[in-house]
């Protein structure tokens, strides 16, 4: 379970029981040898192997990634949107709390997490990329806008 998690993090594509797909590329070097690792440690066999497919392989290959990453971008610019909801709800309801406040920064550090890992397994550099980047922006000035409002409304003027 630990290796099969460790290729997810990393982004491979799993194309049947046992096989998985990354482009050969250095940003995924570290992670290869991170699944490796875990795989030894539990008593398992490994093989990996550079494979170059032949005509229409490389681009069914290519659309099998591109998708797995699409599909992440996806999923991400959602939770961006979440997060924008979320803010707009408590300076609806005027909820101006530190606690409140402090739960949101860690949900934008949650967020600047996870666009840094997509970003560094995105090695198609998909256009989809920069669309996260701009929601991810969004978040971080709708963060302190609220920030904002709530140190005017819990420090003395």
């Known amino acids: 379970m630990a290796v099969w998690r460790e290729l997810r993090r990393i982004g491979a594509v799993p194309l049947s029981p046992g096989t998985w797909l990354l482009p050969a590329h250095p940003a995924f070097d570290d992670g290869l040898s991170r699944a490796e690792a875990l795989v030894a440690k539990g008593g398992g066999s490994w093989t990996l192997v ?20 699409l599909e992440e971008w996806k999923e991400f ?10 803010i707009a709800k408590e300076i609806s309801r005027e909820k101006f709390t530190f606690a409140e406040l402090e739960e ?11 666009y840094r890992e997509l970003k560094s397994r995105d090695v198609l550099r998909l256009p989809q ?29």
């Open 77 to 86: 610019t959602a939770d961006c949107g979440k997060f924008e909801q979320e």
């Open 104 to 114: 949101e920064e860690q949900s934008l550090e949650r967020l600047r997490r996870w």
């Open 50 to 69: 550079d494979a170059a497919p032949r005509a229409q392989g490389a681009i069914t290959l290519r659309h099998a990634f591109e998708a797995a990453r």
């Open 129 to 157: 990329a920069g669309d996260a980047a701009g929601h991810l922006a969004r978040c971080i000035e709708a963060l302190e806008g609220y920030a904002s409002l709530v140190y005017d409304a819990k420090l003395p003027q």
